[in-house]
């Protein structure tokens, strides 16, 4: 993790003389292959990446979001999910959507909102979809939720 965010950066010698150097840090999607099998860590990582420094790439948002529906998806497909009261479904789902709000409102994410309305839609996440509809001007789509 360390790499991305403390690493010493290499440097871009300035080009006319007295321009400043440019800092160029490990890009954090390229690292997403070494986490095949491992989604939990993959989350960890990118959240950590992104909490440390700014990360333009949509590729990590629109990742980091996926991370926290299919989490949320496998854990409604799981035994121990049917045996939960509403109430403590209800407190799960709301714990789940929050995390991918946390996201979705970030004024510093960088992902794709097409693409993240179709994964909170395919994942049932309504206040994603709510939040999406709304920032995209989708208002025709608020109603029927």
């Known amino acids: 993790m360390l790499i991305c965010i403390t690493y010493p950066p290499t440097f871009q010698p300035p080009t006319d003389g007295g321009a400043p150097a440019v800092e160029r840090w490990c890009n954090p999607q390229d690292f997403i292959h070494c986490f095949v099998g491992e989604p939990r860590r993959l989350r960890d990582f990118l959240e950590f990446v992104v909490q440390q420094r700014a ?30 009261s509403k109430q403590e479904r209800a407190a799960r789902r709301e714990e789940r959507e929050g995390a991918v709000m946390e996201v979705l409102r970030n004024p510093e994410a960088n992902y794709d909102r097409n693409s993240a309305l179709c994964m909170v839609q395919m994942m049932d996440c309504g206040q994603g979809q709510l939040f999406l509809y709304e920032k995209m001007r989708m208002y025709v789509h608020v109603g029927g939720r």
């Open 55 to 84: 990360v333009e790439s949509e590729i990590v948002w629109n990742t980091i979001i996926e991370l926290h529906l299919r989490e949320f998806h496998q854990e409604t497909q799981s035994t121990e999910w049917a045996q939960l």
